[in-house]
């Protein structure tokens, strides 16, 4: 059984609706686990958007067996990740 995460939402400062698919896992590791993927945005993210965030939802009749990333925020400006929010509410 294959287990991912149930939905991903794409958001930015200024309200753009991103057409994603909420899929892009690259398949289980060996013990059936999607630990890696991408995910298509649908579009282009807009010039005057300077912060985008990747939140990640897990199924939740599944708990991961170790620690994940359940947000990301992107700074468009600088072109990289400014916050990773771990599960536990914990940023590292």
Do not use: K
Not at 1 to 30: C, F, K, N
Not at 56 to 61: E, L, N, S, V
Not at 67 to 76: F, H, S, T
């Amino acid at each position: 059984m294959l287990r991912a995460t149930q939905s991903t939402v794409v958001s930015d400062e200024i309200g753009t609706v991103y057409e994603h698919s909420g899929v892009g896992g690259w398949g289980p590791d060996r013990d059936q686990v999607v630990r890696w993927g991408n995910e298509s945005l649908g579009n282009t993210v807009p010039s005057d958007a300077t912060r985008l965030s990747i939140s990640f939802h897990c199924d939740d009749r599944w708990e991961p067996a170790e620690p994940w990333i359940e947000r990301l925020v992107l700074d468009m400006n600088v072109g990289g990740m400014v916050e990773a929010r771990w599960r536990d509410g914990h940023p590292r």
